[in-house]
């Protein structure tokens, strides 16, 4: 399965993988067949894809399983798509697997250009995206639709977690290095937001393109600024090179600090907590927060070679969890009827918590404040963060008056 599951191809049709076998017959409609299907569109082989790409698949699948889809007389299946982080790949594979292959909805579209393409196409055609991998808070602020719902984290979030955080251990200057995204601009955007409302400044920026692995430079000119704090507005592959070469620049050693506004569990495990240690950053799940979270990373880590779950790879799960009840619990796979089920319906599960979905499509949970830690305090290969806060749902995302989205009144 494994092997399948890495040879996901582009393409306008993707491979199929279906995941509860057998004819189910929903027992509420008449006797009418439900048959649902879910797209999972990510980075597979790109900077992305080790805190997306065929995790998520593996994770999808879980959520199928803990629903026990089959039991409840849905079938479920699952097709896995390779979209580049080009929006124009991206729109091809979404639009032939809703007009071809009868996709009901999208799922993870990690990458923030090709989501709000994604975006729009599922708004045209009256399907669903389920977002957990892409940053922009623009996808529930002014390019919110209804039929978008962003799950895990976006920009607003960790600038608000980890930007503030910063601002409040004295660093009130700042100098970005940001990808050349909409991610990028849209994460550098809100955290300049928060430094500046706190009294500090924006010294300068620098753009790179995605998959750069030159960074010496943005270091540069980020060192000759002389802002106390170093934005990193980068994820994947780019955030794990961009901080290897600040360690070679002395970046950290001259006296400023390293802020990580896309970092994930598996960054700092390629970089090792050598480099890591000390960072701080934000995130909607770890895998050894609690006993229900460690539950779930160990079932994922046993599928998927060992490795820990992201926080993408566990709102891919929740997302598709939630998505599920409603299913069940409306009678039906309406797009309109089970949108507004999840909007109607609390979150509850084991990763996310207690929640809800807002109307500008909004998933609102609890995010967390984490700091990496040294060396000498890991037990373990995965044993990476520390806790130093939890950001209450009430407080960890921005609120419906401030977000410009059309569907709010």
């Not at 400044?201 to 010496?216: C, E, N, R, Y």
């Not at 430079?217 to 106390?228: E, F, N, V």
């Not at 995010?367 to 209450?392: C, H, N």
Request: net charge neutral.
């Amino acid at each position: 399965m494994m092997g399948a599951l890495m040879g996901a191809r582009t393409g306008t049709r993707a491979c199929l993988y279906g995941l509860v076998a057998g004819l189910a017959v929903w027992t509420g409609a008449a006797g009418a067949e439900t048959r649902v299907r879910i797209g999972v569109l990510s980075d597979m082989s790109g900077p992305y894809s080790d805190l997306a790409g065929p995790g998520s698949v593996v994770a999808a699948r879980m959520a199928v399983e803990d629903f026990k889809a089959a039991q409840k007389g849905i079938t479920v299946d699952i097709l896995s798509g390779n979209h580049q982080n080009k929006a124009d790949i991206g729109s091809v594979v979404a639009r032939s697997w809703i007009d071809q292959d009868g996709v009901d909805v999208i799922a993870d579209v990690t990458g923030s250009p090709v989501a709000l393409a994604v975006s729009q196409i599922v708004k045209d055609k009256n399907k669903i995206q389920l977002n957990a991998g892409a940053a922009t808070a623009d996808l529930t602020g002014s390019k919110c639709t209804p039929n978008t719902i962003h799950w895990t984290y976006d920009t607003w979030a960790n600038a608000n977690g980890t930007g503030r955080a910063m601002v409040e251990r004295g660093g009130r200057s700042w100098f970005f290095i940001a990808v050349d995204q909409v991610s990028g601009q849209t994460m550098e955007r809100d955290t300049a937001a928060v430094v500046k409302a706190a009294g500090g400044q924006v010294l300068g920026s620098a753009k790179h393109p995605l998959g750069t692995s030159d960074f010496s430079s943005y270091l540069l000119r980020a060192q000759t600024s002389g802002a106390k704090v170093v934005g990193l507005a980068s994820g994947g592959e780019d955030m794990v090179n961009a901080i290897k070469q600040a360690s070679e620049f002395g970046i950290v050693q001259g006296g400023q600090s390293i802020a990580g506004l896309f970092t994930f569990i598996t960054d700092i495990h390629a970089l090792g907590l050598k480099l890591a240690q000390g960072l701080v950053l934000t995130e909607a799940f770890y895998w050894d927060r609690d006993e229900a979270s460690r539950a779930f990373s160990k079932r994922f880590a046993a599928a998927f070679g060992g490795k820990m779950p992201t926080q993408v790879h566990a709102g891919v799960y929740s997302s598709i969890l939630h998505y599920l009840k409603a299913v069940e619990a409306a009678g039906t796979k309406d797009t309109t009827t089970v949108l507004a089920r999840m909007r109607a319906q609390p979150i509850d599960d084991a990763l996310f918590g207690k929640g809800e979905v807002r109307v500008d499509g909004r998933a609102v949970h609890d995010m967390f404040l984490f700091r990496v830690k040294a060396p000498e305090q890991s037990k373990g290969e995965w044993d990476l963060y520390e806790t130093l806060a939890t950001i209450p749902a009430a407080e960890a995302f921005r609120p419906l008056s401030q977000g410009n989205c059309p569907l709010v009144q």
